[in-house]
């Protein structure tokens, strides 16, 4: 850790930030082994029976659960990288700062959205950077 805290911030709002950041990074993590043991599921189930797609009523739907839960587990490990991302601004001192301006981002939205890295003016005038929902 960077022996300053961010700028504007004591050591006890980093401690708050790194205890927020691994909480959501372990329930990131233990959400993305459900779902990747969900995926595993589907497969095998399906690979227990002929799917054929076209002609079976349900062989959409599993296609489609398969696909659901693939997308569910690829925004779970894009979410992992930006946990990691914030991780490593709080080490380097940089945390809570917009990447964007370079403003200070308001605690009440890094406690929603621990691994923001842009304030609400930002993220709010450019819709590609506004935030996903989870």
Known sequence: MADTP???HDGSTVATARARLAADRADTLARAAALSR??????AANAL???D??????????AFERAHVAALMA????HLKELDRALERLELGQYGRCEVCGGTIPPERLEIR???????????SNPRRA???A
Do not use: L, N, Q, W
């Open 49 to 51: 029976v002929a799917v």
């Open 114 to 124: 621990p691994a923001a890295t842009t304030c609400v003016r930002c993220a709010e």
């Open 53 to 62: 797609d076209e002609h079976d009523p349900e062989g959409g739907s599993t």
């Open 6 to 8: 961010p700028h504007g």
């Open 131 to 133: 935030p996903r929902p």
């Open 38 to 43: 969900d995926f595993d599921g589907i497969v």
């Open 75 to 78: 925004r779970a490990s894009e």
